[in-house]
């Protein structure tokens, strides 16, 4: 399963931060200014975007599909999936990490490097 966008429950900052504790994730809060699409690239662990602010577009690469999301939305994406993002209008969001250590050392991988 690639990325998937569903509407949250959640209201602003806060709100996102409770959904994710209880989700048993670890939060870390993100801006992206508006831009060009990153370089395509995926993660070792999962992770969950909760947009509080502005508009982030995904690119899920294996799919061949664009998804846009905005505030309230809820972008998931599984570990070792292939994807960019851009924000056409910046944004503002709460991370949920698997693991603390996966909230502190998150990066992207590049392509190649992918197990596969």
């Given at each position: 399963m690639g990325v998937t966008?569903?509407?949250g429950d959640f209201g602003d900052k806060s709100d996102a931060i409770?959904?994710?504790e209880s989700q048993g994730l670890f939060a870390r809060e993100g801006a992206m200014?508006?831009?060009d699409l990153e370089d395509v690239h995926w993660h070792k662990t999962s992770l969950k975007i909760y947009?509080?602010?502005g508009s982030f577009e995904t690119r899920d690469v294996e799919a061949d599909a664009d998804l846009m999301a905005g505030p309230g939305?809820?972008?998931s994406i599984p570990a070792e999936t292939l994807h960019a993002a851009r924000c056409p209008i910046p944004a503002r969001y709460v991370v949920g990490f698997?693991?603390?250590e996966a909230a502190a050392a998150f990066?992207?991988?590049?392509?190649?490097d992918l197990p596969r």
């Open positions: 966008i569903t509407k409770a959904e994710v200014g508006m831009g947009v509080l602010e939305d809820i972008i698997e693991s603390a990066r992207p991988e590049v392509p190649a």
